[in-house]
């Protein structure tokens, strides 16, 4: 089946707005064995959307339309669609109650406007939005079926799962059931996975698609099954996951939805122990990953930030020094395990080969384990590399695990 991806709005067309909703639809949409054709971004032009809307039905099978559903002026897609399937608009009265009521619920009253978001194509098929107020609908122009569903993420997320792709399914005759396995690793690059997992599908004749993701610092790796039922696919499933853990090992840091945040809160949580941070250079990223996980208002009791190494008493850094601010922020903060990240950055203006010298503490009641890198690759590089660092090395110390095994992004 032949998928096409229509985003419209003149801030994604004009780069404004950075378009991550395309990415998040065409891998969704891969991973459950459809294919994306054609990918098109559309302004808030009627001549040029009504325009880009036929040219769709004609070469698609099915059309994802990606925005245009709000209460302004410049969100046409309603309209459109309309005059593309030449009949009228019409109140979709049950929308409009809906409307009313969550914005009765929240003790609003709803502006005028917003009425123009329960207006549909005649004979539209309604497509639920649980968490918002655009109201998602289908349509069929020219050849192909059109599914429009709106802007917001995480309002078009949900329904591009729950609604659309169970449709797109049924429309393409694709049956049986889809699972993505995910592992999140830190440490390792794109190719040195590959080198290691590369035969991962013959294990299993093909069956299983294996991908790859790079988001710096991490690299999440995917395995990709169709099969006639869950328990099939998990009986199939299961060896290849234990494969991948066998050989990505310590470097494995989350699965699926998890994150490194949260498997160090969760792994401290089911411990009983509590933690406080220290960091400098790094602007409170390090705080900032673990403040706002469920749960963290029990374990993580204090998180200093510095710009300077003097703001910790220390005169210079090095190891020592970390296991120093460690040991102190462990015995004022009464916490049972302090972390102290401590960035030494490269003078000069930022660049690709600009480098920082990491030093990382870990302390508790046994001690403190020490650990120091060499990151390269402009300041931003370095921070994002550093925090993650500082986060395993607490994952590993709690797991158990070396914290000195040597990642590819070091540089001696």
Same mark, same amino acid.
């Given at each position: 089946?032949?998928?096409?991806?229509?985003?419209?709005?003149?801030?994604?067309?004009?780069?404004?707005?950075?378009?991550?909703?395309?990415?998040?639809?065409?891998?969704?949409?891969?991973?459950?064995?459809?294919?994306?054709?054609?990918?098109?971004?559309?302004?808030?032009?009627?001549?040029?959307?009504?325009?880009?809307?036929?040219?769709?039905?004609?070469?698609?099978?099915?059309?994802?339309?990606?925005?245009?559903?709000?209460?302004?002026?410049?969100?046409?897609?309603?309209?459109?669609?309309?005059?593309?399937?030449?009949?009228?608009?019409?109140?979709?009265?049950?929308?409009?109650?809906?409307?009313?009521?969550?914005?009765?619920?929240?003790?609003?009253?709803?502006?005028?406007?917003?009425?123009?978001?329960?207006?549909?194509?005649?004979?539209?098929?309604?497509?639920?939005?649980?968490?918002?107020?655009?109201?998602?609908?289908?349509?069929?122009?020219?050849?192909?079926?059109?599914?429009?569903?709106?802007?917001?993420?995480?309002?078009?997320?949900?329904?591009?799962?729950?609604?659309?792709?169970?449709?797109?399914?049924?429309?393409?005759?694709?049956?049986?059931?889809?699972?993505?396995?995910?592992?999140?690793?830190?440490?390792?690059?794109?190719?040195?996975?590959?080198?290691?997992?590369?035969?991962?599908?013959?294990?299993?004749?093909?069956?299983?698609?294996?991908?790859?993701?790079?988001?710096?610092?991490?690299?999440?790796?995917?395995?990709?099954?169709?099969?006639?039922?869950?328990?099939?696919?998990?009986?199939?499933?299961?060896?290849?996951?234990?494969?991948?853990?066998?050989?990505?090992?310590?470097?494995?840091?989350?699965?699926?939805?998890?994150?490194?945040?949260?498997?160090?809160?969760?792994?401290?949580?089911?411990?009983? *122990?509590?933690?406080?941070? +220290?960091?400098? @250079?790094?602007?409170?990223?390090?705080?900032?990953?673990? &403040?706002? %996980? $469920?749960? !963290?208002?029990?374990?993580?009791?204090?998180?200093?930030?510095?710009?300077?190494?003097?703001?910790?008493?220390?005169?210079? *850094?090095?190891?020592?020094? +970390?296991?120093? @601010?460690?040991?102190?922020?462990?015995?004022?903060?009464? &916490?049972? %395990? $302090?972390? !102290?990240?401590?960035?030494?950055?490269?003078?000069?203006?930022?660049?690709?080969?600009?480098?920082?010298?990491?030093?990382?503490?870990?302390?508790?009641? +046994?001690?403190?384990?020490?650990?120091?890198?060499?990151?390269?690759?402009?300041?931003?590089?370095?921070? !994002?590399?550093?925090?993650?660092?500082?986060?395993?090395?607490?994952?590993?110390?709690?797991?158990?695990?070396?914290?000195?095994?040597?990642?590819?992004?070091?540089?001696?």
């Amino acid at each position: 089946m032949r998928v096409e991806i229509l985003c419209t709005g003149d801030e994604i067309l004009t780069g404004k707005t950075i378009n991550t909703n395309y990415s998040h639809m065409a891998r969704r949409l891969g991973e459950v064995g459809l294919t994306v054709h054609w990918g098109t971004t559309v302004g808030d032009d009627r001549a040029a959307l009504l325009q880009a809307f036929r040219q769709a039905g004609e070469r698609a099978d099915a059309v994802i339309v990606n925005g245009g559903l709000g209460p302004t002026v410049d969100d046409l897609s309603q309209e459109v669609a309309a005059e593309a399937c030449g009949v009228p608009l019409v109140l979709s009265d049950y929308w409009m109650t809906r409307m009313e009521e969550s914005y009765a619920r929240r003790g609003r009253v709803m502006p005028p406007n917003n009425k123009k978001q329960a207006m549909l194509p005649q004979d539209a098929e309604f497509i639920d939005n649980p968490i918002g107020t655009a109201c998602g609908f289908a349509v069929t122009i020219g050849n192909a079926r059109f599914f429009f569903t709106p802007g917001v993420p995480r309002e078009m997320r949900r329904m591009l799962d729950e609604q659309v792709i169970p449709r797109l399914l049924k429309l393409g005759g694709i049956t049986g059931v889809t699972r993505l396995k995910r592992f999140h690793s830190f440490g390792i690059g794109e190719s040195r996975a590959d080198a290691m997992l590369g035969d991962i599908a013959a294990f299993q004749d093909g069956s299983i698609k294996l991908g790859f993701q790079a988001h710096y610092p991490e690299l999440e790796t995917k395995l990709a099954a169709r099969g006639d039922s869950e328990a099939e696919l998990a009986a199939r499933l299961a060896p290849v996951e234990a494969e991948v853990r066998r050989r990505l090992g310590n470097f494995i840091v989350a699965e699926d939805d998890q994150s490194l945040e949260g498997v160090v809160l969760q792994a401290l949580q089911t411990r009983g *122990l509590t933690l406080a941070t +220290a960091e400098t @250079v790094s602007g409170g990223h390090l705080a900032a990953r673990l &403040a706002p %996980q $469920a749960g !963290a208002d029990k374990i993580f009791k204090r998180g200093v930030v510095a710009r300077q190494p003097a703001e910790f008493g220390i005169a210079e *850094l090095s190891p020592e020094a +970390a296991r120093r @601010v460690a040991e102190n922020l462990r015995q004022q903060s009464r &916490a049972s %395990q $302090a972390l !102290a990240l401590l960035i030494a950055m490269d003078e000069g203006a930022d660049r690709p080969d600009l480098g920082g010298t990491i030093f990382i503490a870990v302390a508790d009641q +046994a001690g403190t384990k020490m650990r120091q890198a060499r990151l390269i690759g402009g300041r931003d590089w370095v921070r !994002a590399g550093a925090v993650e660092l500082a986060l395993d090395c607490l994952r590993r110390h709690l797991l158990g695990l070396p914290v000195d095994e040597r990642i590819d992004f070091e540089r001696r």
